[in-house]
């Protein structure tokens, strides 16, 4: 996207526009992403490290609530490990 604004300067009014840009992930589950990404054929074929760094500071929308959370890094632990 972009956004615009006028400028007052010494020469008179400037336009100036701000570009940025954003890489849109398709939906759906975050392990789907990393096999494709990866190129591997199955979970088990993922490298985290790789991951770890593909996924930083990435957003993602939970559902059912659509939640927007962002991706803060990975835990070395299992989910059953966590509680």
Not at 15 to 29: A, R
Not at 31 to 58: E, H, S
Not at 68 to 76: A, D, F, Q, R
Request: proline share 5%; with cysteine.
């Amino acid at each position: 996207g972009f956004h615009s604004s006028f400028r007052a300067t010494h020469g008179g009014l400037s336009l100036n526009i701000d570009v940025s840009t954003t890489m849109i992930i398709q939906p759906g589950p975050v392990v789907d992403f990393l096999i494709a990404n990866q190129n591997v054929r199955d979970p088990y074929g993922i490298d985290w490290a790789k991951a770890k760094r593909t996924l930083k500071n990435l957003r993602i929308k939970a559902s059912p609530s659509n939640t927007e959370y962002k991706i803060t890094g990975l835990s070395e632990l299992t989910c059953n490990q966590q509680l």
